[in-house]
Structures are given as structure tokens and as C-alpha cells.
């Protein structure tokens, strides 16, 4: 078990790999009354192609399966694991995104037991055929839930119309066709090998001693079994630099129309240091231009294209990498058309020493403040060491960054070709 120690924010994390090949990090807090334990697989609903474990040959699976799993596992022959959090006094939940799938629990005592109770439940799957044509029904009807949410189907279809051939342009839950189509050996094929100790993190922070729950977790890791594997052969189709579809109109009941500009952030596969740099440039950039107070912000305003409603975010991943500048608007293709001129004369733009030194100190204080939720931590460590990131040491990342490198990022950000707009309006 090595020890870290991160002075400039007064932490400390014990991280070891175990034989299985799980790498478990441990942050005691001790002033904590809580504990949050996050169980992670670095499988998400864009991991449709590969090689399963023990086999050769490439096979891919249904879209939506990812989730489905993620739903399955909470249910076993006999029980439903929910109950058994709850009998234990902790809060239990999971989600799947495009790139992981995670399983969490929240509780303020038998740490020990829960998180016994988060590493068995994710490591014995029990799937039947009854149980998975009786999900379908269920997830159906989630689907068509989101169908009809405005939001989702704005955050979709600007996806939808960045991205060609990259999975990532499909409903993380799937379709209601693709899910009728999933088999219990299609859920364990996808069981076996990305849910492997080698594909998977296991994070633990709150109020315990490290040393005792590295061991206790290594116990139960020691009684359990699985096959060897050295890393996960999966498959991505190219992915063009440019959007497929520059306008995309989605017609819903809505009494104000929606509008979305995406910027198509990035396609090809990044990590370590340069996933990071862009990551943190790519946020940091987003943030100057389109934040309360910041030009591109005050003149749309100013113009009378936002209101409360105006959003902005910025997303990479290994693969693929977007950003989203939109809201509610009664004049979409006015707020379309101005996003879009604010964005192209970035080409040109410079930005000072002293505005650099304030994004830079904005992005440290957001991130600081951030850290004292466990949820944070937990979530951005992860995430962040699945990309060869540690998520400890992006303060000194954010200091280290220059000037130039900014400017640069900031004058080679913006073509036309990669800019899509999606709106979401009434017949």
C-alpha cells in the first residue's frame, strides 16, 4: 500500500493494486461523520465492439447494455441489494455514462459491512432469462420517459448532430428495439470482461483506518476468483473532424424553444498530460468567454438572446471531447447565429496576463471549493485516473500552465466545420 501526501490540499490517499488486479484508493477523513464508497468499472454505453475475455474474435453488442447491467446487478435470485443498504443504514445508487459505469453507497456507520455489501453485490451477477425480459419492459419505459424531456432529447440531438460514426451518438440507455434484442448472454459476455478487477476501481473516503479496510478489503478480494487479463482489446469506428449535421430542428410541445451550439471538441484518443492540458484549457477557456460577467455572456445578454435559463459545459473524454453553449430562447436562430460569430472571433482573440492569472485562480477556487464534497472527490479522482490523471495533482497542472499554451489553445479553438446547432421548437 503506498502513501501520498498532497500538502497544498492537506490530503492523504493510500492506493494499492491487489494480485486480482483491482486498484483500490483510500482517503480517511477522519472529521467526516460520512463514508462514500464508489465501485467502477471503466465500461460505458459507448464500449460496443471488442474482444470478450478468453476469446479472439471481435463481437458487438446491442446498444444499451451497459445500462441494462447496470440495472441487473441490484437484483439477485433472492433479494433485491437495495434492501440490504438499507438495513445497514446507507444510501445506495448507481449510474452509467457514455465512458463508466459506477455503484455507490453513502452511509455514516457499518462502513465495513456496506462496503462488503458494494464489492459482492457488483462481483456476483446473477442474470435469468425471465429476469432480463422482465427489464426490458422496465427500461422501455424509461426510455420513452426521456423521449419526452426536452432537455435530454437538446443534449442528444446536438450529440447527434456533432458526431458520425462514434458511439457516443447513441442513447446511453439505448433504444427500445436495441434493448429487446439483449440476450443473458450478451449481459454476461460484457459481464465477464469489463467488470474484470483489471477494468475497475474501487475508492473509499470518509471516516475509517486505512490500513484496516485495505486489509478487510484484500480478504474478501483473496476468497474470489478470475481469469487472467491483461487489457481489453476495444473497437471504435473513425470519426471525421467535422460535424455530420451543422442544423438539426427537433419539434416537441415546448412553449419556449430550446437552442443548442456544439462545439466538436475532439475525436481523437488522448491521456496523461495531454488529456489533461486540453482538459483543464478546454474548461478554462469555456468559462472566460461564456460565464456571468464574461464578454461572450454580456453580449447576449445584452442583446436579449438568454435568460436564467442560458447554460455552458464542456466534456472530454479518452476519444471524443464536446461543448455545449445554449438555453431557452424565443429567438433561436438570432442566439444561434451570434454564438456562433462570438466563437469564430476567438481566432483572433489574445488574452492578457493578468486575465490568464484570473481564469487560473477562478479554476483553482471552483475545484477547492468543490473538494469538500466526498461525491466530488470520489467521482473526479476516478474519472481522472482511468485517463492517467491523478486528480491530486491538478492544482500544480493548473499552475504550470502558460500563457502561450492558453493563446494558442484559444486561436486554433474555433473552425466552422466543427460548430453544429440543435433546436428544440413547436410545431
Known amino acids: 500500500m503506498t502513501r501520498q501526501t498532497y500538502k497544498e490540499i492537506n490530503e492523504v490517499i493510500y492506493t494499492e493494486k491487489l494480485d486480482n488486479g483491482l486498484t483500490v484508493s483510500l ?206 482489446e476495444r473497437a471504435f469506428p473513425d470519426e471525421p473532424t467535422e460535424v455530420v449535421k451543422k442544423e438539426n430542428k427537433i419539434i416537441m410541445p415546448v412553449s419556449v424553444p430550446k437552442c443548442t451550439v456544439g462545439i466538436k471538441e475532439s475525436v481523437t484518443e488522448l491521456s496523461g498530460d495531454s488529456f489533461l492540458k486540453k482538459d483543464l484549457l478546454q474548461s478554462m477557456v469555456m468559462d472566460h468567454f461564456f460565464s456571468k460577467g464574461g464578454p461572450f455572456y454580456q453580449t447576449l445578454y445584452d442583446e436579449a438572446l438568454i435568460d436564467s435559463s442560458f447554460y455552458f459545459e464542456t466534456n472530454i473524454e479518452k476519444n471524443f471531447g464536446y461543448s455545449f453553449i445554449g438555453g431557452n430562447t424565443d429567438q433561436p436562430e438570432k442566439f444561434a447565429g451570434k454564438v456562433k460569430e462570438l466563437l469564430q472571433t476567438t481566432n483572433q482573440a489574445s488574452l492578457s496576463a493578468e486575465e490568464f492569472e484570473r481564469m487560473k485562480k477562478k479554476r483553482i477556487g471552483k475545484l477547492l471549493r468543490a473538494m469538500n464534497s466526498l461525491e466530488f472527490i470520489a467521482s473526479q479522482y476516478t474519472q481522472y485516473r482511468l485517463l492517467g490523471v491523478d486528480f491530486f495533482q491538478i492544482i500544480p497542472a493548473i499552475q504550470a500552465l502558460t500563457l502561450e499554451e492558453a493563446n494558442q489553445f484559444v486561436q486554433n479553438w474555433i473552425s466552422e466545420d466543427r460548430l453544429a446547432v440543435c433546436t428544440i421548437a413547436s410545431a
Open 27 to 232: 482517503l480517511p477523513k477522519p472529521e467526516m461523520a460520512k463514508t462514500y464508497g464508489l465501485f467502477t468499472t471503466n465500461y460505458g454505453s459507448i464500449d460496443q465492439t471488442f474482444v470478450p475475455i478468453g476469446e479472439d474474435k471481435e463481437t458487438t453488442v446491442p446498444e444499451g447494455v451497459a445500462h441494462f447491467l447496470e440495472h441487473k446487478l441490484f437484483e439477485k435470485e433472492d433479494r433485491d441489494v437495495f434492501a440490504d443498504f438499507s438495513k445497514q443504514g446507507a444510501s445506495p445508487n448507481a449510474y452509467t455514462s457514455f465512458t463508466k459505469t459506477a455503484y455507490l453507497f453513502s452511509a455514516t456507520n457499518h462502513v465495513e459491512k456496506n462496503v462488503e455489501t458494494l464489492i459482492d453485490f457488483v462481483q456476483a451477477p446473477y442474470f435469468s432469462e425471465a429476469s432480463v425480459e422482465k427489464e426490458k419492459g422496465i427500461i422501455a419505459q424509461e426510455i420513452k420517459m426521456y423521449d419526452d424531456q426536452p432537455d435530454w432529447q437538446s443534449f442528444m440531438g446536438t450529440i447527434k448532430s456533432m458526431f458520425k460514426n462514434h458511439p457516443v451518438n447513441i442513447d446511453i440507455a439505448g433504444t427500445v428495439d436495441s434493448i429487446n434484442t439483449i440476450t443473458k448472454d450478451d449481459l454476461y459476455t460484457c459481464y465477464h470482461t469489463f467488470y474484470h478487477p483489471e477494468n475497475m476501481i474501487l475508492f473509499i473516503a470518509g471516516n475509517f483506518d486505512a490500513s484496516k479496510m485495505m486489509q478487510f478489503i484484500k480478504d474478501n478480494q483473496a476468497k474470489k476468483d478470475f481469469e487472467k487479463m491483461d487489457h481489453i
